[in-house]
């Protein structure tokens, strides 16, 4: 069975600096690989994913991620964050074959707060 | 396009009542789950059905049951609440098992 590791749950960072949100998995197969984001009383949307091909992996509004299989990390990263990027973070991890253990398994969560 | 949508988004019990939650998705997905989130513990998966017909326990099954009542509908029932089902329930779906999981708004449930 998978599992996931945030290991910060809360990082707070100014507004225009960089930030970088740790994940880490353990699993014995090949993975597929998730960040979603959550806004205050929403659901959860997903920003980006990395199924296969290129390790590194862009979301729409400026956060990317690299899969690392030797580190079994999947860190979110974005240069210049904004105000309106403050929310919880959430990884997730998938093996990629069938069998009894596979499920969608989530981290705990990281709150980013972006400070003016 | 609606996407997942739950009822109700906000419910109060006593303990020892029930009540059904209800979810509907409208990506003609296969798969479809129930998660609850709980302060620092991430979402948990209680049930899912990997496909119309199918239903199976996920990490923390106990206290809840559900119904695929369609391929569109997936439903959790709590028969007898209790104080620790105070929690946040996510309802989602995805086209292929265990990929892309697509989530609706939540149900804040508070069990007194």
């Known amino acids: 069975a998978q599992s996931v590791t945030q290991l910060d749950s809360q990082v707070p960072v100014f507004e225009e600096a960089p930030v970088e949100l740790r994940c880490n998995y353990s699993?014995?197969?090949?993975?597929?690989l998730f960040w979603y984001v959550q806004y205050p009383n929403q659901g959860l949307q997903l920003l980006l994913k990395?199924?296969?091909?290129?390790?590194l992996v862009e979301s729409i509004n400026g956060f990317e991620a690299e899969f690392n299989k030797s580190q079994t990390s999947f860190h979110l990263r974005k240069p210049s964050v904004h105000i309106s990027d403050t929310a919880e973070y959430f990884c997730?991890?998938?093996?990629?074959?069938?069998?009894?253990?596979?499920?969608?398994?989530f981290g705990s969560g990281t709150q980013l707060t972006v400070l003016p | 396009n609606a996407g997942v949508t739950q009822t109700p988004k906000f419910q109060v019990l006593k303990t020892g009542q029930s009540m059904t939650l209800q979810c509907a998705q409208d990506?003609?997905?296969?798969?479809m789950y129930w998660y609850r989130q709980d302060p620092g513990m991430g979402l948990r998966l209680i049930y899912y059905?990997?496909?119309?017909?199918?239903?199976d326990k996920g990490e923390v099954p106990n206290g809840y049951n559900v119904s695929r009542l369609n391929k569109r509908e997936f439903s959790l029932r709590l028969e007898s609440a209790a104080p620790s089902q105070t929690s946040v329930y996510f309802c989602?779906?995805?086209?292929?098992?265990?990929?892309?999981?697509?989530f609706g708004q939540g149900t804040r449930l508070t069990v007194v």
């Open positions: 997730a991890v998938s093996d990629r074959f069938s069998g009894s253990a596979r499920q969608l398994t």
């Open positions: 989602a779906s995805s086209g292929e098992i265990w990929t892309e999981a697509f």
């Open positions: 699993s014995s197969v090949s993975v597929y």
């Open positions: 990395y199924l296969s091909g290129s390790t």
């Open positions: 059905s990997a496909s119309e017909g199918t239903t």
């Open positions: 990506m003609n997905h296969n798969s």
